[in-house]
């Protein structure tokens, strides 16, 4: 064998595992960007002097953004170019990380996170497309999709720890300063490193669905979040009233559209609705519960930003672990997902009452056991997000899955206010804990239950 062809195979050897890891930085970056205002919620809104509404948008604007372009980015990634729609996404993170970096008002400091939340919605589905594209089918696959969903834990288990350590130090405006470098460090790597990926044939852009679902899901998001803070108010029952008017007006659209920007026969997949509702479920019951976690410690027993960092970590590396390790776990991605909810339900029994004590020990392995189904779940919905969907739009794929799980974040956190404001923090902790309880152990039956159905409906 000459030289050219050892060089040829062990360049084609390389390659997917090169994408893969330059990729994956993209979920890493976004989590951590997303979390890193969960423990410093407190000073950074005393600093900005919000009212009463200002905590809410602090923390949950960046959703909105993510959750109103996700789709809309997987499409325009397959149609224009995956790597292209990467490379957008990290350069309007830079510039949106400075600006939230030196606000000095709630208003420019949320404008800042939105635009951040529709920059990560880009990278996320791009880069899961990119994956997508270099492992088509195969254990591989499965191996890479196990990877890359690792670093959603791993993404979620730096923010915070990041965060409260340099508002310790210096201020909570530091961490604004990094995620601007690291996301100007990426894009100089992903555009020497990455190689361009469309589909063969592009559809033309779909603006009437691009128009009716982005402010769809921008005016249910905004409902939602100003919905927290009294569900009776105008502003909430407006919000509601014209994100039902718009979804539904998309959905009568997109029916008649040769060329849509999702297809709608995809909810009859039974894989696509396990990824898509599991997605939506793991935002609801698991990152809205775990995102109002450091907030109930630090009112209810005076932890600092810090100590709730390193809680918090409990869960969020076993994650990441776990995510690591799942493709020696011998289960099709839809048996992963349902163990998962599994053990987050069981790991969640932990925090029964932690509203009204605290016991370190029952809270700890709680995180743990939860934290290891979380790792599943990740590996196995991001497996499912590009494997229910036509090999030409994985990067819609990523992008519907992660719309269902930022909504689902959304409406839990509304979900977990209610509860407290409803009960106060003790009861209402125990209520919202319960719930996901329930919504997690309900998810791993119908999960279970549909995968095992097509598993049949498959056989010859």
Partial sequence: MN??????????ITEPTRTLTVASMAPLLVLTNYTVPMVTLPRTAQDLGAGPTGPVWILGSIALGLSSLLLVSGGLA?????RRVLLAGTGVLAVASLVAAVSTAVPLFVA???????????????????????????????RATGRYGAMIGLGTAVGPLVSGMLATVTSWRAVYWLMAAAAVALAAVSARTLEESRAAEPRRFDVPGVVLLTLGVAALLAGVTEGRLGWSRPVVEIALLVAVVLIAAF????????EPLIDLELFRRPLFLVSTGGALVVGAAIVGLLSFLPSVLQQ????????????????????????LLTRHVRLAAGGRLASGMVLTALGFCGLIGVGSSLSLPMVLAGLLVS?????????????LAIESVPAHRVSMGSGANNTARYIGSSLGAAGVALAVGGFGVQEGATVAVVACIALTGLTAVVALGSTRATSVARRP
Avoid at 3 to 12: N, Q
Avoid at 372 to 379: A, D, E, R, Y
């Fill in 300 to 323: 209810a027993y005076g932890m600092t930003p810090m100590t709730t960092a390193l809680l918090f970590f409990v869960w969020s590396g076993t994650s990441f672990v776990a995510s």
């Fill in 112 to 142: 800042a996170r939105l635009v951040q939340g529709g920059a990560s919605a880009a990278m996320l589905a791009a880069s899961l497309g990119i994956v997508g594209h270099a492992y088509p089918s195969g254990t591989e696959r499965v």
């Fill in 251 to 258: 959905v009568l659209v997109e029916r008649r559209r040769g």
């Fill in 78 to 82: 397959d149609d224009y170019g995956r």
């Fill in 3 to 12: 030289r050219a062809s050892v060089r040829h195979m062990k360049s084609s």
């Fill in 371 to 383: 934290g290891v189904g979380s790792g599943l779940i990740n590996s196995s919905i991001t497996h």
